[in-house]
């Protein structure tokens, strides 16, 4: 039955709760008043119910608050009667103890713990109505956003340029860089949430890049207003314009969508194209940190794995980014720059050296910004490789020399000379001079064995860099000598190498190389090479005679004792040379009129000479143009194999071979006379058609097979041997003797074959060999009967 007022919860008992129907509210309307008086005595008697029980439970609950508020209060009045002195101590310092509210707020907040019911209850039908009343409404806004999305066209950029070009205006800025975020998003491979444009073709995606890339930038000027200062070291920031407030937002899409775009590309090409437009874009980069951070990042990315182009023009952008804000970025830049270079640095070949040379040039243009930051990194990171340096000296293994002997500390320990180099004069950065000399003098003295002589060479090489530009004297001669005498180059080697050893690409060396002619060679090129270059250093020096006044003496030595000629000569032009130059520096300084104390003088003195020139000096520039080509020849892979001097074998084919041995034999039978060849060939053919049995022509028929026969000891006609069986079936005049005897003539001629000497010999002739044959019995009694 309806009820004729709308009941609540807390009116109903359980029974009334488990049986009643909660008709809805129409129903309720609906019914008459005549349910009414049936229904009002059972609710009466339920509230009355209720009401007992309520009365019960609140009289416990006031009782419950009544102990909890004032057990606190009775318990301060009884210490008002056992201890009255502190009672007026707290009566006296703090009176909020004794006066408080009787209501405590902890009872408030457990009653709040337990839950509390509701007047009604909410009716089922009207949820499940509203849930289908939202779905329909939520397909209709999918629907209409799908419907919204509008497909971008070459047709479309083509009016979007002409206008940009026109007049720019912010909804036009809109439009664009909500198509060029499509375009983008394409690259995911996932959608980036809802775009107002769809860009679905390769095409239009490529014309949309071009677009952006050409005029973007000239549309925000105009957009934004904004005029190029006349001071052009001085940065305008967008943000200073007063319409950037309005415009930002599509700025940072923009911004955030062309940093997205760079990370997916893999075209070198393409990459740096947009490489140039952020390049012009980084003064709105400033003005958002967070797009900043994004471009930095990418910017790291191609500087340190990116193509050449792409390196440089990274590094710009870099660079311009830490001109303008230094304070905020200059510190991580710089930081992660020289992470990248140390993980580019563990393998080193003549494709890579080329990359470290640009990073370590572009490193030390980074340094050169702020001194003050460079000295706070330079003192980190030498600190840390005099660390793995000292902890390889003092702990005597394998895996410690490892941590030294390597391509990255090598590279780290060149960075460095190179970047104090490069910012000579600096005092701040004028202490970590001796320091960094310090550490890579102790990696030289770490192995002093040859294995690791290529390593060597490049300590000193870092060395002479660091001392020619500073002006500070480091002992780099000694290490280079001790090499030239330990080294044994009157040994023969062991073996030959048909490639020199490249040294700009090792660190050390295996026990095959050590026992290479390459070795030696591309040793002693070394050692010639960084000599020429440290006397080079100081061939001004007014100390040079001094300076030079050991090695010379060593370099005589090694003359005296070393045999081989291709090494002596380039260590006796370089002892000529030397000796030049100090002979030259001894003359100039007899006629000076200062002494040694007068540093001012010396140095003028100095000044003057390198303008002046000496004989080294310009002996070095020529030699230096003529080792830079073959530097770059090396860098580029060619094997420089004219160098190497090897005997040229060339094979000859066997028919030009054979032409050969008849043009060189030609004359050798025909120096006699042309009768006797006439002669032969008559007393063949009579032979062969049964001819004359005379001993003479039986002898000249023996020279003539002799001559028939090729430089090789065979017969020149392959026929020759069906001829022989021929003159024996039609020679029916001869008996069985003189057959064997013939065989066994012809069985010698073939056991013996003429060598090349014996047939000159012949063809001098000094005696007639047919005077010097014995004639047999049977030949003198013919003659006799003749």
Request: proline share 4%; charged share 30%.
């Amino acid at each position: 039955m309806a009820v004729a007022q709308k009941r609540k919860l807390e009116d109903l008992n359980v029974d009334e709760f488990l049986q009643s129907g909660f008709d809805s509210g129409d129903d309720e309307d609906s019914g008459g008043d005549e349910d009414a008086g049936e229904d009002e005595q059972p609710q009466q008697n339920g509230l009355q119910k209720r009401e007992d029980g309520q009365t019960t439970n609140t009289d416990d609950v006031v009782d419950k608050k009544k102990g909890k508020a004032t057990e606190h209060k009775d318990q301060l009045s009884r210490l008002k009667s056992k201890d009255p002195e502190f009672y007026r101590f707290l009566q006296d310092n703090d009176q909020s103890l004794l006066n408080f509210d009787d209501t405590d707020s902890s009872d408030d907040e457990e009653e709040k713990r337990y839950h509390s019911l509701r007047g009604q209850l909410e009716e089922a039908s009207s949820g499940d109505d509203e849930a289908e009343e939202s779905a329909p409404s939520d397909a209709a806004k999918q629907s209409k956003k799908s419907a919204e999305t509008i497909k971008v066209t070459v047709k479309m950029i083509k009016e979007w340029r002409s206008a940009i070009k026109k007049n720019p205006t912010p909804r036009l800025l809109r439009d664009v860089t909500q198509a060029f975020k499509a375009a983008v998003a394409t690259t995911k491979g996932e959608g980036s949430g809802p775009c107002k444009y769809k860009v679905a073709d390769s095409s239009v995606f490529n014309a949309l890049v071009l677009f952006c890339i050409k005029d973007m930038f000239g549309a925000l000027q105009k957009i934004l207003n904004l005029k190029p200062d006349k001071d052009s070291k001085k940065l305008v920031l967008p943000s200073s314009s007063p319409r950037w407030q309005k415009n930002h937002l599509d700025i940072k899409m923009y911004l955030s969508g062309l940093v997205q775009l760079l990370s997916c590309l893999t075209e070198s090409s393409v990459i740096s194209a947009v490489l140039r437009h952020a390049n012009q874009l980084v003064p709105y980069y400033l003005s958002l940190p967070k797009q900043c951070r994004h471009l930095i990042k990418q910017l790291l990315k191609q500087w340190s794995t990116g193509e050449e182009t792409s390196r440089v023009l990274a590094f710009l952008a870099l660079n311009k980014v830490c001109r303008h804000k230094q304070d905020s970025y200059l510190n991580t830049i710089l930081k992660q720059m020289y992470i990248s270079y140390v993980q580019n640095c563990k393998f080193t070949s003549p494709n890579a050296l080329p990359m470290i040379n640009f990073m370590q040039r572009t490193m030390a243009e980074m340094y050169s910004l702020n001194t003050q930051v460079t000295y706070e990194h330079g003192f980190i990171y030498i600190r840390q490789l005099a660390i793995h340096l000292r902890n390889a000296m003092t702990m005597n293994k394998k895996d410690t020399y490892q941590s030294v002997y390597n391509w990255q500390f090598i590279h780290c320990l060149y960075l460095w000379c190179r970047v104090l180099s490069t910012l000579h004069p600096s005092d701040v950065l004028q202490p970590l001079i001796y320091p960094l000399c310090q550490v890579i003098i102790g990696t030289i003295k770490l192995v002093p064995t040859a294995r690791y002589y290529p390593l060597r060479m490049h300590c000193c090489r870092a060395l002479t860099l660091l001392s020619s530009n500073t002006n500070t004297f480091v002992p780099v001669l000694p290490f280079l000598l001790e090499v030239l005498l330990k080294v044994d180059f009157n040994k023969k080697p062991g073996r030959m190498s048909k490639k020199p050893i490249n040294f700009a690409v090792i660190l050390k060396l295996n026990n095959v190389n050590l026992i290479e002619k390459a070795y030696k060679d591309g040793l002693l090129d070394q050692l010639y090479d960084l000599i020429l270059e440290v006397f080079h250093s100081h061939a001004c020096s007014i100390g040079f005679p001094e300076l030079a006044l050991p090695t010379i003496v060593q370099l005589k030595a090694f003359l005296k004792e070393c045999k081989v000629a291709n090494y002596c000569k380039p260590v006796r032009q370089l002892l000529e040379k030397v000796q030049e130059n100090s002979g030259h520096i001894s003359r100039l300084r007899q006629k000076a009129s200062f002494g040694v104390s007068d540093t001012a003088a010396v140095a003028q003195w100095e000044k003057k000479q390198s303008e002046d020139g000496t004989p080294l000096t310009r002996y070095y520039s020529q030699w230096a143009k003529l080792r830079e080509k073959e530097i770059q020849l090396e860098i580029s892979g060619k094997d420089r194999m004219e160098d190497l001097d090897l005997p040229e074998i060339k094979r000859k084919k066997i028919a030009d071979r054979k032409a050969e041995d008849k043009r060189a034999f030609k004359d050798l039978f025909d120096s006699d006379e042309s009768d006797e060849d006439e002669e032969t060939l008559k007393i063949k053919n009579n032979k062969r058609y049964g001819g004359g049995d005379d001993d003479d022509d039986d002898d000249d028929l023996d020279l003539s097979d002799m001559s028939d026969e090729g430089p090789d000891g065979d017969d020149s006609d392959g026929s020759g041997g069906e001829e022989d069986e021929d003159d024996q079936d039609d020679d029916g005049g001869k008996g069985e003797g003189e057959d064997k005897e013939e065989e066994e003539a012809k069985a010698s001629k073939a056991s013996k074959q003429l060598s090349t000497s014996t047939l000159a010999e012949l063809k001098g002739g000094a005696e007639d060999l047919v005077e010097d044959l014995e004639l047999s019995g049977d030949d003198e009694e013919e003659e006799e009967d003749d």
